[in-house]
């Protein structure tokens, strides 16, 4: 049985919202398509890297910021907006926008800068991934497909 269930997805009535942005972070191996998961500490389920929204960032800003704090990369181009998801953040206080952008990288071997919460990069084929932990990650990744499949044709 899964710890995320449907009520992660209902928005409580008078509850603070918080902003926060992400990354889909892909290269191109041997004619594979890869993804880079983060997997956080203490969980053996992975996440795509996103936090929160600092003064005065823009989303996009946040999201490549995120991203090189739990994933560790520091070379992205950034390709589109794939979509945003919202959901009660971990400690179910706030509900939590996270506005999740397309990376592309040529860097393999990164080590996450967030060590307090995130562990281990992982790159997967993006035909074979692993159960996420936030079922709405999986299915972005899984909607968006078609465009991450023709940004490496």
Do not use: C
């Not at 902003?19 to 594979?32: I, L, M, N």
């Not at 397309?102 to 159960?131: G, N, R, Y």
């Amino acid at each position: 049985m899964s710890f995320v269930d449907e009520s992660w997805y209902q928005k409580p009535q008078d509850i603070p919202e918080q902003q926060s942005a992400g990354g889909v972070v892909v290269r191109k191996e041997d004619g594979r398509v890869l993804v880079a998961l983060v997997q956080e500490r203490g969980h053996g389920d992975f996440v795509l890297p996103k936090g929160r929204m600092e003064p005065g960032e823009t989303i996009e800003q946040t999201a490549i910021r995120e991203v090189e704090e739990e994933a560790g990369f520091e070379k992205l181009t950034l390709h589109s907006l794939l979509g945003a998801e919202e959901r009660l953040a971990f400690d179910r206080k706030t509900w939590k926008t996270t506005h999740f952008f397309l990376f592309q990288t040529d860097e393999i071997e990164v080590e996450p800068k967030d060590t307090e919460h995130h562990e281990v990069t992982t790159w997967f084929p993006v035909d074979a991934l692993p159960k996420m932990f936030w079922p709405e990650q999986q299915k972005l990744i899984e909607d968006n497909l078609p465009l991450i499949r023709e940004l490496f044709r």
